[in-house]
């Protein structure tokens, strides 16, 4: 089921987002020995939905011991680099919530070789879902309960790019991916398609002018389009776009 929710704002898209992510944690947790996995993007487009999660209205809602928390992608860049996923995520969301530092499992890009720092990340967390049990693997394959996801102009989400190799992979879970020459850092690790589309929920948080054009091709597409990878993603149960239609 895909599910289309557009706002006037930034603000009100956040805000129902949020509300939507945390009824989600609960769903999943509640069925799933209560835990719920969840990988997140960067951007600019969920940054407002990270500050709000971490605010005390928010926050003191999620049982924050309860998640297990992965990433989509990340550039290869050291954590602590202004381009880093996980440096945004943290300063907005992981340094204002009780999630215990054991929980979260970023991906280590900083590796010399992003080929093997993307096969280190696949083991952590093939390691963590077998630690988690039974209910959250299915046909050798991870089961995560939310990903949240964002879409780029040219219609590409997490690092998976228009006409990349990557989009053609059936086994791995974690790749290393180049985006093209206009990105400052092109080197990438990804979660894989096949990875992607076994999730329960997808959740696409989208803002900004230039996404205009993309989504328009994406929503009039018949089908999946390797020229629009965000088209070539869905969720088990359900695939839920918010968009902020004050910027597109």
Request: charge should be negative.
């Amino acid at each position: 089921m895909t599910d289309i929710r557009r706002f006037a704002c930034l603000e009100d898209m956040s805000k129902s987002a949020a509300e939507y992510f945390i009824n989600a944690i609960r769903n999943s947790a509640g069925r799933k020995s209560g835990l719920c996995s969840i990988a997140l993007p960067g951007g600019n487009s969920s940054k407002r939905l990270y500050e709000l999660l971490g605010s005390p209205d928010f926050s003191s809602r999620v049982d924050w011991e309860t998640l297990r928390i992965f990433f989509s992608d990340e550039r290869c860049v050291v954590p602590e680099s202004g381009e880093s996923n996980y440096a945004l995520i943290k300063t907005h969301l992981l340094s204002r919530v009780p999630v215990p530092e054991g929980h979260i499992f970023r991906i280590p890009a900083e590796g010399p070789d992003p080929d093997e720092s993307a096969r280190q990340y696949e083991r952590r967390i093939r390691e963590e879902f077998i630690k988690m049990g039974p209910g959250h693997m299915s046909l050798a394959m991870p089961m995560f309960d939310i990903i949240i996801l964002g879409v780029g102009a040219d219609g590409h989400t997490a690092s998976l790019f228009p006409g990349s190799p990557a989009l053609d992979e059936k086994f791995r879970w974690v790749l290393y991916s180049r985006g093209g020459p206009e990105l400052r850092t092109r080197d990438r690790i990804t979660l894989t398609l096949p990875v992607i589309n076994a999730s329960g929920r997808i959740v696409f948080i989208v803002s900004g002018k230039e996404k205009g054009p993309a989504l328009e091709k994406i929503f009039s597409h018949d089908g999946p389009d390797p020229a629009l990878p965000a088209s070539m993603v869905h969720g088990n149960e359900e695939t839920v776009w918010f968009i902020d239609e004050s910027s597109i």
